[in-house]
């Protein structure tokens, strides 16, 4: 590996250990066994290193998402059978310890501290929406529209980070993945005129 792969995975393992606000660019040149002047060379600044670090931990969580492919696999895409497996594995990976998600909630915390981050975090939060998309309604990443992402990728990164906080807030009482789905069929419901 090169100086920036080696700070990447140097800034992944400081941002699980420490966090952001604890992070430190000596930190993360000691643990990638590189230099200051490389972080603002390949990455411009210690934080726009640290959310390029974050994102890739998000995006490295995709399989742990799909979970028992087999069960996934028996159930149809779009389905509300589908959308209960789908966040049973979701909130499967808040449960774990050091889940990167208390990550997430420091994080969004300091965005108003930090626009560049925020910006970079922001323009990654589209995509995530966008790689939700075909696990819970089928088909491949790259032909989810930009319109489907805006919409329901958006919702699902909204669902997404309200149960992030309420994991990471208090979880003993965070809704597992069979309330949030008796919660859409009542939607669902009332949406088609019945009572909810």
Known sequence: M???EDLLEGAKRCLLEKG?????????????????????????????????????LVEGMGDAFE???AALDETAPGSTERFQVVWTNIIQTMREPGSIWHLSMEILVMGDRMPEVRDHLARAQR???RGLVPSLIGGREED?????????GAFYVTLMTGLIAQWTFDPKSAPEAAQLTEGLRRVIKAAAGGTP
């Open 2 to 4: 090169g100086h920036r």
């Open 20 to 56: 952001f606000a604890r992070t430190t660019a000596r930190d993360v040149v000691k643990e990638s066994g590189t230099n200051l002047a490389s972080i603002g060379y390949h990455y411009g600044s210690k934080d726009a290193l640290l959310a390029q670090a974050y994102v890739s």
């Open 67 to 69: 979970g028992d492919r």
């Open 127 to 129: 995509e995530a929406g």
């Open 144 to 152: 989810v529209s930009d319109e489907t992402a805006d919409t329901l």
